[in-house]
């Protein structure tokens, strides 16, 4: 299986819904690098437009072009119930500050609501909606907002955190448009394209530009291959369509770099590309969640040295740096150490290209795959096993260091007076300490050694045992795990996926 990159080393002034505006964070390279969602504006609403899909030429405007498409493309409006607060008991109702009680969080449990912005796009004229995993996660409450000003709650079919997409269903008594998908491998650098969204909360926004790049590896997970375009995209644009001149989605917008506190385009914005997110999209309307075959390995990709030593002139390749234990690369006899070179008769120029593959390939489905071993080259079939398959393998071995003794991956300490002493941590404050977190845990790069966790989803804590108990409660309602840290001057919160 692929390890997992670290997402998020960095949250800006725009950030994903739980921190109350929409989405923009993202694996960071200076300068930052942001998904794209948008604020908490009111919607501007566009009127109608007729549902005949149109088509431009290089020399024409785009005016026919986006007047077809705009019935397709949807905003979506989400709302969730977020923790917010200072520890402080609320303002008393004939309090002259009562009114501050909801922007501090206090009262009510000490929970707020809030809403965030997003794109979309109808594929289905029975009203199925792609967007992007991070427009609705954590929502509580989806609305799907139409050109035409409908508004329409909606439901999640099935969402892919991996590669950040989702597919929502609503219904509405009016017929629909619906656009088609683009052979998103034909698209060639230098060609136009067009982008319609919701920037900003200004809903029924087209740009167009060309796409600027193909394959595009941003660290933003395993299975980057973006195609980087110049059309404006900016937050709000999240889930909306990057269609080509003949009025076919060619990508989903997901990403931008921007330098900045703005977060605004300066030109530089990826997509998921068509033939990669129909193949996802696919699984979740049948299943209600992605098939992803593994073989039960990690890879990396080599340099020119460990090419030579392959006996390889160029430095191309993924070499297989650990093969799980009853996994389906054991299994066909693959090994650690061996160098992949080709995965179903597609050429491996570096690991990102094997994930890919398979990130595309069901489960069940065997594979060909040729390596070198030895100087000599190899042949193997493997038949994909599930992901949760491989990790229930890993799970029960105890020798993998991918297994987590919790489903937090996180090993908690009664906080003893020594620790206040060294941390500056006031008696008053009751909670636990993380001593140290596991690899595979969601929390590893979210969350400092030593921090002292005060709240586990809600839950005021003092043992390692309340809050692992809180965390099973928070699972088992289908919720990531909230925690909140202690800090001197604020509190601050961070969501964990368990496992």
């Known amino acids: 299986m692929p390890a997992k990159s670290s997402k998020r080393s960095l949250v800006i002034k725009l950030a994903i819904p739980v921190l109350g505006i929409a989405a923009i964070a993202g694996a960071f390279f200076a300068p930052a690098l942001m998904k794209v969602q948008a604020p908490e504006f009111a919607i501007a609403q566009p009127s109608g437009a007729p549902s005949v899909v149109g088509r431009a030429t290089i020399g024409e405007d785009f005016s026919a072009l986006a007047k077809s498409l705009m019935p397709a493309v949807v905003n979506i409006a989400t709302r969730q119930t977020v923790a917010r607060g200072d520890g402080l008991p609320a303002f008393g109702p004939n309090s002259p500050l009562n009114e501050f009680n909801d922007l501090l969080g206090r009262g009510q449990g000490g929970v707020r609501r809030q809403s965030s912005l997003g794109s979309g796009f109808i594929i289905d004229a029975a009203g199925y909606v792609v967007t992007n995993n991070h427009v609705i996660e954590g929502a509580d409450e989806i609305d799907i907002i139409l050109s035409d000003g409908g508004v329409f709650p909606a439901k999640v079919v099935g969402a892919d955190e991996d590669v950040d997409l989702a597919l929502l269903k609503f219904t509405s008594p009016n017929p629909l448009t619906a656009v088609p998908w683009a052979n998103s491998d034909a698209a060639e650098v230098g060609q136009w394209v067009v982008a319609i969204g919701n920037p900003f909360g200004l809903g029924g926004t087209v740009t167009a530009g060309i796409i600027s790049a193909r394959n595009r590896d941003i660290s933003a997970g395993s299975y980057d291959d973006f195609i980087q375009t110049d059309a404006a995209i900016n937050k709000g644009n999240s889930g909306g369509p990057l269609f080509n001149l003949r009025g076919e989605v060619v990508g989903i917008n997901t990403a931008i770099i ?11 914005g990826f997509s998921v590309p068509a033939n990669f997110a129909k193949v996802v999209i696919q699984q979740l309307r049948e299943f209600g969640a992605t098939r992803r075959g593994t073989m039960g390995l990690t890879a990396r990709s080599v340099d020119q040295t460990i090419a030579e030593a392959y006996g390889l002139k160029t430095s191309q390749g993924a070499i297989v740096t650990s093969v799980t234990k009853g996994g389906a690369a054991e299994a066909a006899g693959l090994k650690q150490g061996d160098l992949i070179t080709t995965l179903n008769n597609q050429q491996i120029k570096e690991s ?33 096993t599930s992901a949760s398959k491989a990790a229930a393998t890993e799970t029960n071995d105890k020798d993998v260091a991918t297994a987590l003794s919790n489903i937090l991956g ?26 140290s977190i596991e690899t595979g845990s969601d929390a590893l790069g979210k969350i400092p050694l030593g921090a002292v966790v005060t709240e586990v989803h809600f839950q005021p804590v003092s043992s390692p045992e309340q809050a692992i108990a809180a965390a099973e409660a928070a699972k088992a309602a289908g919720k990531p795990v909230l925690l909140q840290l202690w800090g001197e001057d604020e509190v601050s919160y961070v969501a964990v996926r368990p496992r």
């Open 352 to 384: 990102r290209d094997l994930f890919r593959i398979m990130g595309v390939t069901q489960v069940g489905a065997q594979v060909s795959v040729r390596y070198l071993r030895n100087g000599k080259q190899g042949t193997a079939t493997v038949k994909l």
């Open 258 to 268: 921007s330098p900045g506190e703005a977060g605004g385009s300066v030109g530089v």
């Open 410 to 435: 996180i090993k908690f300490k009664v906080i003893e007076d020594g620790d206040r002493r060294r941390r500056g941590i006031p008696n008053s404050v009751r909670g636990v300490l993380v001593e």
